[in-house]
């Protein structure tokens, strides 16, 4: 059965650590491994976690495919993190918990671009399958000389304790069905002069999430020129070959994509959005099928997921072609992989993989909005506590 989604940037104060989960045991390390798209909010999370409760999360990250591996091998890890489903030889006792959700930034380092870069779907997938070459296509001008509308979210300050100390953030405010509000959408004429500078397409090398979300986002919304439906391996999800190309840059891992970017003029790539923050990267605003052209923030992201549909396992299945206002089109889930009953795993370090999953689900993304990550609320929200419930 699946049910529809309501999701949403949660303005809920911290509250208590567990609910629902049993006692977690003391001075313990966690192991895990997977989905790098994760690694900024955990890193960010994992020592205010241990200060809760005195329990090491150790995560390297790796890529989604590094964790499903390793987490199907039963005995490397005690969980994983993954931005997307196994697409094939699902391990037995295996447990969905959608705990993160965030946008996929389009990250861009091009000299000359003044007030965002605007680019439709479209623009994207002749950009990032090697159609276009120069900034100064003719496609991304037309992007890029139009009337736009964005929509603006209200916000409001709440206190938190980050670290041990008391400190003041700005997060989106909910409607009464934990929607995020829009304050206003504005339209303005945008008028950019894009320089003939060659373009420099980044992409992971490693098995990616990430990668795979980006190609469903494409496919989905311009199937005819992105005719695959996504592929968790970049190179062998583009509609033509890049092999050989000389504007083509991998990288494994989306920190050393991000850092790609910001170290050439003209370059471009895909990441989470934390990975452009801390490199100082401009992020896209994409357009929607709504036609508004939203950059990638928390709220925009729990909007655009928000119209999909929770699935029985606990995954999420997005709609690209539902017309959602404030929609940021290039929005995931993202997913803790744990294990259920019958797998023989030690049941102290299973309550521990519970009470971290809690711990980020409730409490993460509040305590850093600044990452990027949506605080996860309405039916998703009872959908990954009772996928936590389920860890034995």
């Known amino acids: 059965m699946k049910s529809r989604l309501g999701i949403a940037v949660s303005l809920l104060t911290v509250s208590a650590l567990i609910v629902g989960t049993s006692p977690a045991s003391a001075n313990t390390t966690i ?30 990250g790796g890529g989604s495919s590094k964790g499903q591996t390793d987490f199907r091998a039963g005995n490397l890890v005690d969980f994983a993190g993954s ?10 006792n295996l447990i ?31 950009i990032f399958s090697g159609e276009i070459t120069v900034w100064n296509d003719p496609d991304i001008e037309k992007d890029n000389k139009r009337t736009v509308k964005t929509p603006v979210f209200e916000t409001k300050k709440i206190t938190t304790t980050v670290k041990g100390k008391k400190v003041t953030k700005s997060v989106p405010v909910l409607d009464s069905k934990g929607k995020p509000k829009i ?12 320089p003939q500078t060659p373009i420099t397409v980044w992409y992971r090398t490693d098995g990616s999430g990430t990668s795979e979300n980006f190609g469903i986002f494409l496919n989905k919304t ?52 934390s990975f452009a923050t801390d490199n100082k990267l401009g992020s896209a605003f994409i357009q929607n099928a709504n036609g508004e052209f939203v950059d990638p923030t928390a709220a925009g992201t729990s909007a655009f997921l928000g119209g999909g549909t929770i699935n029985a396992n606990g995954t999420l299945t997005a709609d690209f072609t539902k017309k959602i206002p404030g929609a940021y089109p290039l929005g995931t889930a993202s997913y803790g992989l744990a294990y259920s009953a019958g797998a023989n795993k030690d049941a102290a370090k299973q309550a ?30 009872d959908k990954a506590k009772a996928q936590i419930a389920l860890i034995k």
């Open 352 to 381: 521990d993989v519970a009470a971290w999953f809690t711990y980020v689900l409730e409490q993460c993304p509040t305590k850093y909005p600044e990452k990027g990550f949506s605080k996860i609320t309405g039916p998703l929200y």
């Open 222 to 273: 311009v199937p005819t020129i992105w005719t695959n439906p996504g592929n968790r391996t970049f190179t062998s999800g583009t509609p033509r070959s890049i092999a050989g190309q000389f504007n083509f840059q991998g990288a494994s891992g989306s920190a050393l994509v991000a850092s790609g970017v910001a170290g050439r003029d003209g370059s471009i790539g895909y990441g989470e959005l």
């Open 96 to 126: 969905y918990a959608p705990i993160f959700a965030a946008p996929i930034s389009v990250m861009y380092n091009v000299k000359g671009i003044k007030g965002g870069l605007y680019l439709s779907p479209a623009t994207i997938a002749k």
């Open 183 to 194: 304050l206003r959408t504005t339209t303005k004429v945008i008028d950019n002069d894009l």
């Open 31 to 60: 192991n895990g491994s997977g989905a790098t798209f994760a690694s900024p909010l955990i890193d960010a999370c994992k020592g205010d976690f241990t200060a809760a409760t005195q329990n090491v999360v150790n995560y390297p």
């Open 83 to 92: 931005d997307a489903p196994y697409s094939s030889n699902e391990p037995a």
